[in-house]
């Protein structure tokens, strides 16, 4: 699968909603109750980092809950990517971008969000035949205002914005025309995800679903 293809249907799956969850799920015993609540709160998407032991079991729990499309975040390598597919991930989101993930992810057929945030990266990302990026990490890179800088000299680029998005300040990032959704963790706090608390966790998905 090229580039160009990984780059149109990660897009298409970020149209499904203005908001990425980013999942840091440590039990899989939570992963079904944790979807359930964010696609019925209205985020049908959902990115499963790559950071927790449980993290592959988490997409494997994940993919099964209906209407979910779940991805594997934190992919840094093919090793990654490859175990991520395995489980169940339709597509992977990486922080940055090497030929070697673009390579693999190519391979395996499976999309990559891949991560850039000045105009060279973004540049090489485009050379590798990428058109839908994440930027990363969006608060402390500028935030809304450097991504608006890139919509002047590169307008065929689309964006994710991730790293420090709010509620609050996500707005600001949506209003963009170079941003497609946003990411990030605030939807699924780890205290709500360890107590189960799927009402609190499916009410912050509505809002953020909500959000234009
Ligand atoms: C990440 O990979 O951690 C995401 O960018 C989420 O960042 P956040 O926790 O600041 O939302």
Known sequence: MTP???????????ELAPVIPVLVVGDAA????LATAL????????????????????IREMARVPGGHVGAGTVLTPDDAKRAKEAGAS?????????????????????????AVTASEVMRAM????????FFPAEAAGGAKSLKSLAGPLPQVSFCPT??????NAPDYLALPNVVCAGGSWIAPDADVASGNWQAIEARARE?????
């Open 91 to 115: 597509f992977a989101v990486s922080p940055g971008l090497t030929e070697t993930l673009a390579r693999a992810c190519a391979e395996i057929e499976l999309p990559l969000l891949p991560g």
């Open 39 to 58: 696609v019925a709160g209205g985020l049908p998407v959902l990115e499963v980092t790559l950071r927790t032991p449980a993290a592959l079991a988490v």
């Open 4 to 14: 160009e293809i990984q780059s149109q249907k990660s897009r298409a799956l970020c």
């Open 208 to 212: 953020a679903a909500a959000l234009k």
């Open 30 to 33: 939570r992963a079904e109750g």
């Open 127 to 134: 050379e590798l035949g990428y058109s839908m990026l994440k």
């Open 163 to 168: 790293g420090g998005i709010t509620l609050a």
